[in-house]
């Protein structure tokens, strides 16, 4: 599976960004999918992960609210609506892909990684 992450940018706090995860390969509808961040000098933590079906969403509780992962299997995407921005959530933003059923906010469950996109809030 190869991943390709999009729609980082530079944005005022307040703003919102859109971020794209596609995918390629192994049908994405077979894996759980999951967006990850990592700020300058820290380590690489769980945003968001969705099942297979995107019945159920999880998140972490400082994006809880602001945050919505979504996912349209016909197209093989995963998207990440990031509202009401902070500049806390600076950070490159990862997809990650999990073929299996149950969600996990674990980095190591993780078998496939796109190469993240930039996303600066300013103060």
């Known amino acids: 599976v190869q991943l390709q992450a999009s729609g980082g940018g530079l944005v005022p706090a307040g703003d919102s960004l859109r971020l794209s995860c596609a995918a390629s390969?192994?049908?994405?509808?077979?894996?759980?999918m999951a967006w990850f961040r990592q700020a300058p000098g820290k380590g690489r933590e769980f945003v968001a992960a969705?099942?297979?079906?995107?019945?159920?969403?999880y998140y972490t509780g400082s994006v809880k609210g602001r945050f919505t992962i979504s996912r349209d299997n016909a197209k093989n995407t995963v998207y990440l609506q990031m509202n009401s921005l902070k500049p806390e959530d600076t950070a490159i933003y990862y997809c990650?892909?999990?073929?299996?059923?149950?969600?996990?906010?674990?980095?190591?469950?993780?078998?496939?990684w796109g190469q993240g996109t930039q996303v600066t809030v300013s103060s």
């Open positions: 990650a892909a999990r073929p299996a059923t149950v969600v996990s906010y674990s980095i190591g469950q993780y078998t496939w």
């Open positions: 969705i099942t297979r079906s995107g019945d159920n969403t």
């Open positions: 390969g192994r049908a994405s509808s077979s894996n759980v």
